[in-house]
């Protein structure tokens, strides 16, 4: 079923499960931060990443402790993916740190090692040395990790992955988010599994956990009174998001299988029609697919743009690189311009949601049809 008859890009998709949790948690009396929802839910992500994990209010949140944690402050560069939505670089920004953007590989439209080490190399001449990358997994394709980890244990640089995107992805067979000194993913109501709305942190030891879940809740000491000796934020998630949490995460590994099919079933559908470039899975890397994205022919695109939208279908734009937002306009870049327009002007996003069924796969795809 579809709002309105709308076919949405990627739409939270509930059930009897998440409403009986909700119902639970508030028959509970827990509906603040505490509860066996928050308990059960971070527990289950712990043992999914086999890590300490923290859930937060949100995964800009999540990004933000990482930096806090990471030790990130005024004046600190932080390397950073170009090709990604701005809550991956906004937090560097919260902590008047100075972001550089890192161009993508045509083959993933991930960070590019090549462009890291020019990127490096450049800081280097002019003094410059980074103390952290923040690294997306765009539309939950894994980046080249390998050669990432081994370029920031090189050169000493924390590395936090950004998997807001990429829940249930794996490299190598780990779990996206787990590869870094932090790791974060997102439970916005758009991605793989949602809380409505709400993040994690994937932090390396129980040290650090408690250090983030201190920061996470005003920053208060432990004593009788109110104490605060540093800055803290207001970041912890409540047990009512996480009952929803809970319900979505036991699906996850359905959601990752209607995903991976929706995006092989476009990609079947445009075989011997029309050359269209996507995102590559690297043979070592296992992609949740979260969003399906292909770069059409200039000749195509816009066409294929109006006519879902005239047909109640949504779509959309890939992302406008970071390096070309006004509010990043005076940080460095290192990267192919060239591309990263190509991948903003050319790209498309489809209706990914796993609610889709084949009958509107059909639909979407016999409108696609007219234009090829
Ligand atoms: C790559 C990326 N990073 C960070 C975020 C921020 O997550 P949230 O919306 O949960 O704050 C999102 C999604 O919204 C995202 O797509």
Redesign the pocket.
Do not use: M, P, R, V
């Given at each position: 079923m579809h709002k309105n008859n709308k076919i949405y890009l990627s739409p939270p998709c509930v059930d009897d499960a998440e409403i009986k949790n909700v119902c639970d948690a508030l028959h509970s009396g827990w509906i603040s931060p505490l509860g066996s929802f928050t308990d059960d839910f971070s527990n289950k992500l712990s043992r999914y990443f086999k890590k300490k994990v923290l859930l937060t209010n949100?995964?800009?949140?999540?990004?933000h402790l990482a930096l806090r944690l990471s030790g990130i402050k005024e004046n600190d560069y932080v390397l950073c993916?170009d090709f990604?939505?701005a809550?991956?670089a906004f937090p560097i920004l919260y902590q008047k740190a100075i972001p550089v953007f890192i161009g993508s590989e045509k083959e993933t439209w991930n960070l590019s090692p090549e462009f890291l080490n020019e990127a490096l190399a450049g800081l280097k001449k002019k003094n410059i040395h980074p103390k952290a990358l923040v690294i997306?997994?765009?539309y939950g394709v894994a980046a080249q990790m390998d050669k990432i980890i081994n370029l920031c244990k090189k050169h000493n640089i924390l590395l936090i992955e950004?998997a807001?995107?990429a829940l249930g992805s794996l490299y190598n067979g780990t779990p996206l988010g787990k590869l870094g000194d932090y790791g974060?993913v997102?439970?916005?109501g758009?991605?793989i599994i949602t809380c409505s709305?709400?993040?994690a942190l994937i932090l390396p030891d129980d040290d650090k956990y408690l250090y983030a879940q201190k920061l996470a809740t005003q920053a208060k000491e432990k004593a009788d009174y109110y104490k605060h000796d540093e800055l803290g934020y207001n970041y912890a998630q409540s047990n009512i998001l996480a009952a929803i949490g809970n319900a979505q995460f036991d699906k996850l590994n359905k959601k990752v299988t209607r995903r991976r099919e929706i995006f092989n079933y476009y990609l079947s559908f445009f075989k011997d029609k029309i050359e269209v470039s996507y995102q590559k899975e690297y043979k070592n890397s296992f992609s949740n697919r979260w969003l399906s994205s292909f770069i059409f022919p200039e000749s195509v695109n816009k066409k294929i743009k109006e006519s879902l939208k005239q047909n109640n279908i949504e779509c959309r734009y890939l992302w406008n690189p970071l390096h070309k937002q006004k509010v990043f306009k005076n940080y460095l870049f290192y990267g192919d311009k060239k591309l990263e327009k190509q991948l903003f002007e050319q790209g498309i996003s489809l209706p990914s949601g796993d609610n889709l069924g084949n009958k509107d796969l059909q639909k979407i795809t016999g409108i696609l049809e007219k234009h090829l």
């Open positions: 949100s995964g800009t949140s999540a990004i993916s990604t939505f809550a991956t997306a997994h765009a950004d807001a995107e974060i997102s439970f916005n758009n991605k709305t709400g993040g």
